[in-house]
């Protein structure tokens, strides 16, 4: 039964109805300060905190809950110590109603290291644990979303079952352990913290993960994810859309001209820049239109109604792009099917750390955003400059192909993609099959070096003009020889760009 109800929050919103609805059911009320006044304001009878602790709130407001008093009639176990407390001259709480200093808003703000201290909430959370560790005698409300359900559910049975008080504790824990870690990873400035902590919020239920056997969600952790993409029309998303999703816009933001990527299962299979974002989405689609069928598609630039006539006739799942005008919109209404993302953020930085899973753990690592460190032609064949540009392109396109990865391009576009492959060379014979003739005259790009010279050979043969590549092999020696046998100037980046 809930007879007396403690209510300290931060966020006021639904505080005074919730507040209203208590005092008709006949729970008196305990607060602190400006909750305090909020509701007396409302005509509401409040203790205030300090007249039931018989001591005031120090320290501006520091200290206001932490008093045996309060802890003692939350923490109480109802079945055998509410003799001891009644021997205290202390009254149980039966509910409590709280929720934290916005920490995370304020250092999103940019706020000083001073601000940012005197925002972090020790009382808060020492009644929100206190009470989710008490959950069965006591219930705790942290969030004004789950105020009507309260109401509800306390209106139709004069209590609040198990199972409710059980998800609010839950509830409870999360907030104070996402709150921790947040505070945490701000105080932390190493590059790799002792304790990683993870404070991830469900975002969206997924029908199942990569197979229909397997149950998934998707989770924010920071304020910058393809999750934030906003969903225009179409189909609910998939966990696969969601990896891809996030491999194209990773892509295509990498890119200051128009760009269009094609991405099919986590890799890209056709990427072109142009001087406008049509042309990049047919030359795109071109470099290989087999692989593109219902394919993933990142675009860096507003979706018109020429770009969408140009895709009208392709199967294609997903799209994800900073804007998409409404001709365009209407002309692609008919497949209603295609999810359109358009993210607001969508030059926004790479946050935070990447994390994989692995059983019983995970690894962690800064995200690969670092382009061409060195620019070092090391064949006696010299660069022909007109073969720069596409070489910077394709070392760009190469970090998002799984390893080995290899990407032939000309004038702007991947005419062929090889990776995922256990040894360099069957990945370089797969980019340059899909390449074909018009492999004659283009660029190679390969994430990692060369261990031997036959891939420089391959390409050789098939009329490559220039390779890019991290350099770093004991055979660099031979892999050079190889280009200058062929006419190939080769160029070392000092940077690898493996992706597993």
Known sequence: MIKRALISVYDKR????????????????????????????????????????GFREILGGRVKTLHPVIMGGILARRKDQLEELSSLGIEPIDLVVVNLYPFEDVIKRGACLEEALENIDIGGVTLMRASAKNFTDVVILTDPNDYTKFMEEFEETKEISYETRRFLAKKAFAITSRYDSIISTYLDESRLPEYFLVSGRKFLDLRYGENPHQCASAYITRDNSILLAKQIQGKELSYNNILDLDIAWSLVKSFEKPCVGIIKHNVPCGVAVASD??????????????????????????????????????????????????????????????????????????????????????????????????????????LDESLKEDLIFAYKVVKFVKSNAIVVAKNGKTLGIGGGQPNRVDSVRLAISRAGKEAYGAVLASDGFFPFPDSVEEAGRAGIKAIIQPGGSIRDKESIEMADRFGIAMVFTGIRHFRH
């Open 14 to 53: 639904g505080i005074v109805d919730l507040a209203k609805f208590l005092v008709s059911k006949g729970v008196e009320l305990i607060s602190t300060s400006g909750t305090a006044q909020l509701l007396k304001d409302n005509g509401l009878d409040v203790l205030d905190i300090s007249s039931v602790t």
């Open 277 to 382: 974002i049509l042309s990049a989405f047919i030359n795109a689609w071109q470099a290989d239109p087999v692989s593109a069928f219902g394919s993933i598609i990142g675009i860096n630039r507003e979706v018109d109604e020429e770009v969408a006539k140009a895709m009208d006739p392709y199967f294609i799942e997903c799209i994800v792009c900073p804007g998409i005008t409404d001709k365009a919109l209407e002309i692609l209404k008919h497949k209603k099917n295609l999810r359109i993302m358009v993210h607001p953020n969508f030059y926004g930085p790479i946050e935070g750390l990447e994390i994989k899973g692995i059983q019983g753990g995970f690894l962690v690592q800064e995200w690969d955003t670092k382009d061409i460190g060195e620019f070092n032609v090391v064949t006696q064949t010299p």
